[in-house]
């Protein structure tokens, strides 16, 4: 029995040593990243086409209103993708390489008591590779209010893709300590350059009704926008600084700089908007459209539900 409890003990302390040993070099791994202690994770995007990208996908997004509006008070809905391949949201990445050197998207934890240590923070800074999303067809429909059963599908918009640069952001909970520009802390903080700019492709609102005019009865068709180019004023990035913030009064973004510095009063900065192969109808193009020095900063947006 003696033999047998100093064999315990020695296992015991034997694996209290290899456990310290494992937290110390997990905390040297980590500070090596993130300057301190904390947790690194790592999401490793499966397989979208094996060998050349991973990525995710989404087969189908329905958001009910289950009360309308006015005196047209049948419940309707918004529907995003069939499911089906080509109308559905995809997320991929080629190179998936983010904006701390690795792979796939990394999120660094860190907590803190606060400069008191009666403020206590979670901080989560998160790093996403440059993604091309695809984004199915845009339906309204009938719905039957209630789950997901949906008919009478009118499409709204085509299927279209946004191509995005690398992109950082850091999340606040608990005591927000990170602020805008303006001074104004904030709960989720955008903080990133979005290289080459964000790109729009295959962008198509369709008219299904048409109209008449001078007694004729024309058909409905669409604007169509081949491609659209978002990059700061003469620049060839994208600078985004925003703030996401939860309210009593709903979600709020706040827009503290979009493209290259300036105010909403100057005559520089913001960014560069470039469409090309601009449709209108089923005619041919009608040219190319350049909109110089789009001044968003300081813009807030507020989105919230009604009865």
Do not use: W
Not at 56 to 70: A, C, E, R
Not at 159 to 164: G, W
Not at 186 to 210: A, H, Q, R
Not at 263 to 272: H, I, M, N, R, Y
Request: proline fraction near 1%; charged fraction near 10%; include cysteine.
């Amino acid at each position: 029995m003696k033999a047998f409890t100093k064999l315990a003990l020695v296992s015991a302390i034997a694996i209290s040593s290899s456990a310290f040993a494992l937290e110390s070099a997990d905390d040297v791994a980590l500070s090596a990243v993130t300057g301190q202690d904390g947790i690194n994770l790592t999401i490793a995007l499966p397989d979208y086409v094996a060998g050349t990208s991973h990525g995710l996908t989404i087969g189908q997004v329905n958001m009910h209103d289950s009360n309308g509006f006015g005196a047209l008070t049948d419940s309707g809905a918004l529907q995003i993708g069939d499911g089906t391949v080509g109308n559905r949201i995809e997320m991929f990445c080629t190179d998936c390489t983010n904006g701390a050197g690795s792979q796939g998207i990394l999120a660094i934890i860190d907590t803190s008591g606060g400069a008191t240590g009666t403020t206590p923070t979670l901080n989560v800074a998160v790093y996403v590779p440059a993604l091309t999303i695809n984004v199915g067809k845009v339906y309204v429909a009938d719905s039957n209010g209630t789950g997901s059963a949906l008919d009478s599908q009118i499409e709204i918009l085509d299927a279209m893709t946004l191509s995005l640069g690398t992109m950082n952001l850091n999340i606040q909970l608990g005591t927000e300590v990170q602020t805008l520009g303006s001074g104004l802390t904030t709960m989720i903080k955008l903080n990133t350059t979005i290289s080459n700019g964000l790109t729009i492709s295959g962008f198509k609102l369709n008219d299904n009704n048409g109209t008449t005019v001078g007694g004729n009865v024309l058909a409905g068709g669409s604007i169509l926008v081949d491609t659209q180019t978002i990059k700061g004023a003469g620049d060839a990035n994208l600078a985004l600084v925003a703030g996401v913030d939860v309210t009593a009064s709903g979600l709020v973004l706040t827009l503290d700089r979009l493209g290259t510095v300036g105010t909403v009063l100057s005559t520089t900065g913001g960014v560069d908007l470039t469409m090309t192969g601009v449709h209108l109808g089923t005619a041919a193009n009608v040219g190319d459209t350049e909109i110089k020095n789009l001044n968003l900063n300081g813009t807030q947006l507020v989105v919230s539900g009604h009865n």
